[in-house]
């Protein structure tokens, strides 16, 4: 390998948040790419405008964004439908625990 890597971890606690400039450098976005992903219905701050507030759970789902976009070449629409059956099958799996 030719170029180094960085890698940069973040832990949240539960009552952490991160704001829009910290949350967009830990996940390698630009600002105005939240933006359109929250406008998108992607990703839900937990605390609303003026000054959203973005938890670990988020920061999470905003990695799995990039690397769908990534590994597919996918647009946002493909990978909101990628999204919405990822969420149903992790459901699913957690009923069928639930259940025995």
Do not use: K, Y
């Amino acid at each position: 390998m030719s170029r180094s890597q960085i890698t940069i971890g973040v832990w949240l606690e539960d009552e952490q948040a991160l704001d829009l400039d910290a949350f967009a450098a830990a996940c390698g976005f630009d600002v105005g790419f939240v933006r359109l992903l929250v406008d998108e219905g992607l990703l839900h701050p937990t605390v609303d405008q003026p000054e959203w507030r973005f938890s670990g759970e988020a920061l999470a789902r905003a990695r799995r964004i990039r690397r769908l976009q990534r590994a597919f070449e996918a647009n946002l629409q493909s990978v909101a439908v990628m999204l919405e059956l990822i969420d149903e099958v992790e459901r699913l799996r957690a009923r069928l625990r639930r259940a025995g």
